[in-house]
């Protein structure tokens, strides 16, 4: 019987959505701006990396190709094979806005049909109705923030003020999130995870996709550090999903990174939940090698978004590209025959892009393994032809609206 192993490379886009002027996203292009940079010397960081863009792996499976598809440019300074030994296309969101739940619910088979709710004012962001039910249910002294803000930036602005008076530090972005960050041993994590389990209710019948709990630790004098206890509280997904299909066939199911608190922890199955790229993907690794036939192993790697994407880092982003790149390879040596194993992103986050949000892109999708014929899948109509595909690979049927490859 075949295995399945998704991974998502969170906010890994490849340029050229069609209604990226929607969102304000016309020309962004998070891989096209990356090497680009790179290959200009934009991308270099003492310590850290320099020169082109070096990502030889995913250039051999067909990256360079799938960018090329999707914006018509190659990547600059990336190798382009003349024949790559994985499928290679590139995907385009259906769902509505930019976010983590619908484009990895989107991936799973299930796109968004409708409209998220938004806090568009930069200040005062929250109804009032609204930031009196979340001090009333919070049994608070107050919240501080009430902005769009930066993650990072909101707690060195805020984290004395937080720890002083009690309140918590509450934010949002052009997503479709709020935010509530706090000090794990002066305010609580229990009480901060609790805290938002309440605003989830309160924020529901806003169409909220995430209520976001961001503890951080430390001191004015040391510095303030957001830590790896980060929850997300979504909204569960309005259909099925492929995680829900193989449930009900009783098959077996690993996630690892926030894939619990994506899909509200529906048929999630067994959660690894490590902090950083590196122990997330050797997590999954581990997953691969006693997950049974017929299994499915659904990975996410935040750290491209949260940590070099929404901070505009150019050199962090391409470090971490490379990175994934030099242990892809001890992936490849896991897959027995019969497996099938894909590498897509939800949405973009160009670095070089205005802002520190989300940008509207096409994904690239790669697909490989022991058996996998090699070649172009072309442009994918709906990131859910990937739930399609690794439905009829498994042998649950196609999952979703969308077309298996």
Not at 86 to 107: A, L
Not at 262 to 277: C, D, Q, S, V, Y
Not at 279 to 294: K, N, R, W, Y
Not at 343 to 367: C, F, K, M, Q, Y
């Amino acid at each position: 019987m075949t295995r399945a192993i998704l991974i998502v490379l969170d906010s890994v886009g490849c340029g050229g959505a069609e209604d990226a002027a929607r969102y304000g996203d016309t020309g962004a292009d998070t891989l096209g701006h990356i090497a680009q940079a790179c290959a200009e010397g934009r991308g270099d960081r003492e310590g850290l990396r320099s020169g082109p863009l070096a990502i030889p792996n995913l250039a051999r499976l067909g990256l360079s190709h799938a960018c090329q598809a999707s914006t018509g440019k190659p990547l600059a300074g990336v190798a382009r094979p003349e024949a790559p030994q994985g499928q290679y296309g590139y995907g385009v969101e259906v769902s509505q806005g930019k976010d983590t739940p619908s484009g990895h619910w989107e991936i799973a088979g299930c796109p968004v049909p409708f409209e998220w709710g938004y806090f568009t004012a930069l200040e005062n962001s929250f109804p009032p109705d609204l930031v009196a039910a979340i001090i009333r249910e919070g049994v608070l002294p107050g919240i501080l923030g009430n902005k769009h803000a930066s993650g990072t930036a909101i707690i060195d602005e805020l984290a004395e003020e937080h720890i002083s008076t009690g309140k918590p530090i509450c934010y949002t972005s052009v997503d479709s999130v709020l935010q509530i960050a706090a000090h794990e041993e002066h305010f609580g994590l229990e009480r901060l995870y609790e805290l938002c389990r309440k605003v989830r209710i309160l924020v529901d019948p806003l169409r909220i996709g995430r209520v976001i709990a961001r503890p951080f630790i430390g001191t004015a004098e040391s510095g303030f550090t957001r830590t790896g206890n980060r929850k997300d509280f979504s909204i569960p997904p309005p259909d099925e999903t492929i995680l829900d299909r193989l449930a009900q066939q009783s098959r077996a199911i690993v996630t690892v990174g926030k894939i619990g608190d994506i899909f509200a922890h529906r048929n999630t199955a067994l959660e690894i939940k490590p902090f950083g790229n590196a122990a997330m993907f050797s997590a999954a690794l581990e997953a691969v090698e006693t997950l049974p036939d017929g299994g499915f192993c659904f990975v996410n790697l935040v750290d491209f978004d949260t940590e070099y994407g929404h901070r505009r880092d150019i050199p962090g982003y391409a470090a971490a590209l490379e990175a994934f790149d030099r242990d892809l390879p001890r992936l490849e040596a896991r897959l027995r025959p019969g497996d099938l194993a894909v590498i897509t992103a939800d949405h973009g986050n160009d670095p070089s892009w205005p802002g520190t949000d989300h940008t509207r892109e096409h994904v690239p999708v790669l697909a490989f393994g022991a058996g996998v014929a090699a070649g172009p899948i072309g442009r994918r109509e709906s990131f859910a032809d990937i739930a399609a595909t690794l439905g009829t690979w498994l042998g649950i049927g196609t999952v979703g609206p969308g077309r298996s490859w």
